[in-house]
């Protein structure tokens, strides 16, 4: 069973930036990745993918600030996040985006000052 783990989260004042990562145990050779987030009371949403072959595309508000990445041989997928706003604030998870595996426990991401 693929395991995820999220890491890189934290406190973050708006308009500063974090970088998350996304371990995998399996591999990630041609599994189209992708990260999510959950916000207190709202469902999961898709804020940004990447195909295997390194092809992107994000929600449209994220647009410009974040960026995806991904390094196969590690085993990993990375989100850059910057100019970070308030209403970011939330769990944060990677996942397959075309069949889902279990959730990991997410990184938690609180923009506040």
């Known amino acids: 069973q693929v395991q995820l783990v999220e890491s890189g989260g934290g406190l973050v004042q708006p308009g500063g930036s974090l970088r998350l990562s996304c371990t995998v145990s399996?591999?990630?050779?041609?599994?189209?990745m992708a990260w999510y987030r959950q916000a207190p009371g709202k469902q999961r949403e898709l804020v940004a993918r990447?195909?295997?072959?390194?092809?992107?595309n994000y929600l449209d508000s994220v647009k410009g600030r974040f960026t995806i990445s991904r390094d196969n041989v590690k085993g990993a997928v990375y989100m850059q996040m910057d100019s970070l706003k308030p209403e970011e604030t939330a769990v944060y998870y990677c996942?397959?985006?075309?069949?889902?595996?279990?959730w990991g426990q997410g990184t938690q991401v609180t923009v506040s000052s």
């Open positions: 996942n397959n985006y075309r069949r889902t595996w279990s």
């Open positions: 399996g591999t990630i050779f041609g599994i189209y």
């Open positions: 990447i195909t295997a072959g390194g092809t992107t």
